[in-house]
């Protein structure tokens, strides 16, 4: 366990009922960076984040924030940790500042403590001029940020937060993501969940990807994507391609020397998704188009793009994360557990 | 030094937090006053259940009275009318009822998510959460409890324990709100969500009121019934209330009720419910452990 870690996981296990929910689950967050969690619904994230701010009881394993074991010591761990989760945890009644208050007095700070950090969250987050209305006439963005000033209060080494952009609009997106930043920015360490790739991708100086209840790949975005290594290539025949044009097209393609790997990508028109070598796409580019030509197949369009996050995650589970996703909604409409 | 809000300098953290940490009973202060502010504010800002909790008891009052205003005098054994021997009943089901519905709040901030924000918080006991909560709902049944006892007086009924016995009528419709509080709290952390929680209120509502003197002396009821009223713990709230309304020379030795295995006097009375109260704040405490992390 490295000292220099703000939140070290062990062997996590988490059960409800017949459900398996963490299932030998560890990490290590270091200090001051931005830590993703990425996985699809139902893999485990939001309960692995329950167990860290003693939400819930572990069934088995060991959890430290800052040095400090979170069972052994849970009040101190607390005062480390700031939450945040996914629904916002307001009050409409009370106005913005009421509700800082009564977080900073949860937290016990004193007075002239409260009354500084409450005024500087409220600039911080853009909040002064509403924070002495009702939150109930607040918009969806302006409550997640209220949320946020509120996990912010009491200065905490790490803010843990739940899928902190779903269901926002795109403005209020970009401005989380900027204050993540800028939070990281001033020494803080931020480790957050979501299932949104290109959130992580961005964000996150280290990932861990999680299906399942355990982590199946974990270090920084670059070095992932380069070991699954190879170019992406997706090549659309025609906008949607009936299915045996695509499955002509994917022998041919697929005898070419630098093309690795073919799938037919159903859910997307049948587009064809070539793993190719590491090369010039100057070359391989042309000689895709003139296999397809020698087949008579138009070509509809070609993008080429180095791994993602999804191809790690494809690689490691057999799924992308798209697919994951639906395959947890589903099987989550059979069960739903509040 | 400038206390910014996003300092980590971990020395001069450690320096402030020392500085800023008050004592465990100081901070359970803190945390619980906190929480019993919200409650306060919501009740400025959402009156309408509170003034319907004051409305009913006094429709009641009023409705039952005019049904029995030519009941002989002192049929029902104590007072002039049936007004004087209601009341005590009146005001101990409305604080019975506020007590119920104590929990209410708090199932509703487990299910919109607003719990996690307090389990998160590194409050000295959870029992701040519980704490607040009765205050508030003690705090607010002696105002309803005022309420009707002035309504009482205005539709003729006489206190005559006078100025002296009103502390032990506070005290009274304080043990048994406590009490009935504790176990609300109890039921909405236990209970898996606000409609279990409605159901549980109406199931112990009614029963609970007719299966005690509220109503009826105990000597009007048949054995079994009679039996079940002594059980009760809003026999030994009302019965204390109702004697002090009726008499004015009234002493702490006297008999107040006449339950068929003892004669109680009012201490013997407080110290039931007293018991009652322990019993309903274990359970709760027990409650919280199970069911919180």
């Keep these: 366990m490295s000292k220099d870690a703000a939140v070290v996981i062990h062997d996590l296990h988490k059960h409800y009922g017949t459900i398996k929910a963490v299932d030998g689950l560890s990490l290590e967050v270091p200090r001051g960076r931005l830590f993703g969690l990425l996985g699809p619904n139902g893999a485990g994230k939001t309960t692995t984040l329950r167990c860290l701010c003693t939400l819930e009881r572990p069934d088995a394993g060991h959890i430290e924030v800052c040095g400090i074991d979170v069972r052994r010591d849970p009040r101190a761990t607390r005062r480390l940790l700031g939450y945040v989760a996914q629904e916002v945890a307001l009050d409409k009644v009370l106005t913005g500042r009421e509700l800082l208050q009564l977080q900073a007095d949860l937290y016990h700070l ?10 500087e969250s409220l600039a911080l987050l853009g909040l002064q001029d509403r924070a002495d209305d009702r939150i109930k006439t607040y918009s969806g963005g302006m409550m997640k940020r209220l949320d946020l000033a509120a996990g912010l209060l009491h200065s905490p080494e790490v803010l843990v937060l739940d899928e902190p952009t779903v269901g926002l609009d795109i403005q209020s997106r970009l401005s989380v993501w900027n204050f993540l930043r800028e939070l990281v920015r001033r020494g803080i360490t931020v480790l957050l969940t979501s299932h949104y790739l290109e959130e992580i991708d961005m964000l996150a100086s280290e990932v861990a990807i999680i299906d399942r209840g355990r982590v199946i790949a974990q270090g920084t975005p670059d070095a992932l994507k380069q070991r699954v290594g190879g170019e992406r290539v997706t090549l659309r025949i025609r906008e949607f391609s009936p299915r ?7 022998t041919a393609l697929g005898a070419l020397p630098f093309v690795k790997e073919v799938i037919i990508n159903g859910a997307q028109g049948n587009a064809l998704y070539l793993v190719v070598a590491s090369g010039d796409p100057l070359q391989t580019v042309p000689m895709m188009r003139s296999t ?10 070609v993008a080429q793009s180095r791994p993602s996050l999804d191809d790690v995650f494809l690689a490691a589970t057999g799924q992308t994360l798209q697919d994951a996703d639906l395959a947890a909604s589903v099987a989550a409409r059979g069960k739903k557990k509040k | 030094m400038r206390d910014s809000l996003l300092t980590t300098d971990k020395v001069s953290q450690d320096v402030r937090l020392r500085a800023e940490t008050p004592s465990l009973a100081a901070q359970f202060a803190q945390e619980t006053f906190a929480l019993l502010r919200r409650l306060l504010i ?7 259940f509170f003034v319907g909790s004051l409305i009913q008891p006094l429709m009641f009052l009023v409705l039952f009275s005019a049904l029995f205003a030519q009941v002989p005098r002192g049929l029902f054994g104590t007072g002039d009318s049936y007004t004087e021997f209601l009341a005590a009943g009146v005001i101990v ?17 487990r299910e919109f998510g607003f719990l996690n924000r307090l389990l998160v918080a590194p409050l000295a006991s959870r029992l701040s959460i519980v704490f607040a909560s009765v205050l508030f709902i003690v705090g607010t049944s002696l105002v309803q409890t005022l309420v009707i006892g002035l309504a009482s007086l205005a539709m003729g009924a006489h206190f005559a324990g006078g100025l002296e016995a009103l502390p032990l009528v506070v005290l009274t419709v304080a043990l048994l709100v406590l009490g009935f509080g504790a176990l609300s709290i109890g039921l909405a952390f236990a209970l898996p969500g606000h409609i279990e929680m409605l159901a549980a209120v109406f199931v112990l509502n009614l029963p609970l009121v007719f299966s005690s003197t509220a109503l009826a002396p105990l000597h009007f009821m048949p054995d079994w019934l ?4 002594s059980l009760n713990p809003l026999t030994y709230a009302i019965e204390p209330i109702r004697y002090l309304f009726a008499t004015s020379q009234w002493s702490l030795t006297a008999p107040v009720i006449a339950a068929p295995f003892a004669q109680m006097s009012i201490p013997g009375c407080l110290l039931v419910l007293a018991a009652f109260d322990t019993l309903a704040v274990g359970l709760v405490a027990l409650i919280l452990k199970k069911k919180l992390a």
Excluded at chain 1, 110 to 119: G, H, M, V
Excluded at chain 1, 244 to 250: D, K, L, M, P, Q
Excluded at chain 2, 93 to 107: I, K
């Design chain 2, 93 to 109: 089901f409305t604080a019975f009822g506020s007590a119920l519905n104590a929990g209410l709040p708090l199932v509703f901030d």
């Design chain 1, 292 to 301: 397809l030509q020698e087949l008579g197949l138009p070509l509809f369009g």
């Design chain 1, 110 to 119: 004193n007075p002239a403590l409260a009354r500084t950090r409450i005024d």
């Design chain 1, 244 to 250: 045996e044009e695509a499955e002509r097209a994917a």
């Design chain 2, 42 to 48: 919501q009740l400025s800002r959402r009156p309408s």
């Design chain 2, 226 to 229: 009679r039996l079940v009223a």
